[in-house]
């Protein structure tokens, strides 16, 4: 398991950055510039979805990535920790980061 920073934040392997974000970059170049979609789509051995499917796909990932964070800011405050840091990398990376924040342990009510 990672080791917490000091402000409790417990980061997932890079592997997980790389992955969700550059897909998350693949998507904003598909979104946004025609001339990648029209090369990309031309490329690609399956059918890619259109420039306007790409657009929507990055509107919901934006809305699913802000509600992560906002959870886990949520659970980070109720277990003690950094919730602005949690949040920021929830915002960043999304459901991996939340897997982190949940493997740790809410302190004990008994003390």
């Known amino acids: 398991m990672a080791r917490p920073t000091r402000s409790g934040v417990v980061r ?36 890619l979805p259109s420039q306007e499917v790409c657009r929507y796909m990055l509107v919901g990932t934006v ?15 109720r277990r003690g920790l950094s919730p602005g840091g949690w949040r920021r990398q929830t915002l960043t990376v999304g459901f991996p980061s939340l ?13």
């Not at 997932?12 to 170049?29: K, M, N, Q, R």
């Not at 809305?63 to 405050?77: D, L, N, P, T």
């Not at 897997?99 to 003390?111: D, F, M, T, V």
């Open 63 to 77: 809305a699913i990535h802000v509600a992560e964070a906002a959870f886990a800011g949520r659970m980070a405050r």
């Open 12 to 47: 997932p392997s890079w592997a997980w950055f790389a992955l969700l974000d550059g897909g998350i970059v693949a998507l904003v170049i598909l979104a946004s510039h025609e001339g990648a979609h029209t090369v990309a789509s031309g490329a690609s051995p399956a059918t």
């Open 99 to 111: 897997l982190a924040l949940r493997r740790i342990e809410r302190p004990s009510a008994l003390g």
